[in-house]
């Protein structure tokens, strides 16, 4: 009975459905001026207000560092993540065409092949020869 009330009861209630959170994205100025602010940093509990303040955990902040020592926040830009993209071969076009143009020839030379084998068979059929030299002289 108690249930069957409670059901009832939350039939009225909207629920509210939040968006997706996003992930932070920092620009490269914003982590050098962290970790200016942080070199900055010499009492106790200095960094944890900053880290507070600014929203960020601690790992974000070993990871900017590692990155600064490897020279990756010195440049103007970040780098791009994944293979790096090979530039297309000039001749690969070339070759894509050729290679079509070899299956097309190879078709019609086994449908002329094809052809003549009929064309012996007919005339196997209703007794003519051939010359055998295929008409040329």
């Known amino acids: 009975m ?12 909207e629920v509210e459905v939040l ?21 900055r940093c010499r009492k106790p509990g200095e960094l944890g207000a900053l880290l507070r303040r600014e929203g960020l955990y601690s790992s974000s902040l070993s990871n900017w560092r590692a990155a600064r020592d490897r020279g990756e ?9 994944g293979p790096v993209a090979k530039p297309p071969d000039p001749g690969a076009k070339r070759i894509v065409e050729l290679e079509r143009e070899n299956r097309q020839l190879r078709y019609r030379a086994e449908r002329a092949e094809a052809l003549v084998e009929v064309q012996k068979k007919l005339s196997e059929l209703l007794g003519i020869d051939l010359p055998e030299n295929g008409g040329r002289s």
């Open 19 to 39: 968006a997706k959170a996003k992930r932070r994205r920092f620009t490269l100025e914003y982590k050098r001026r962290i970790l200016r602010a942080v070199d």
């Open 73 to 81: 926040l010195g440049g103007a830009g970040t780098r791009r993540r």
């Open 2 to 13: 108690e249930s069957q009330q409670l059901c009832r009861s939350n039939v009225g209630l």
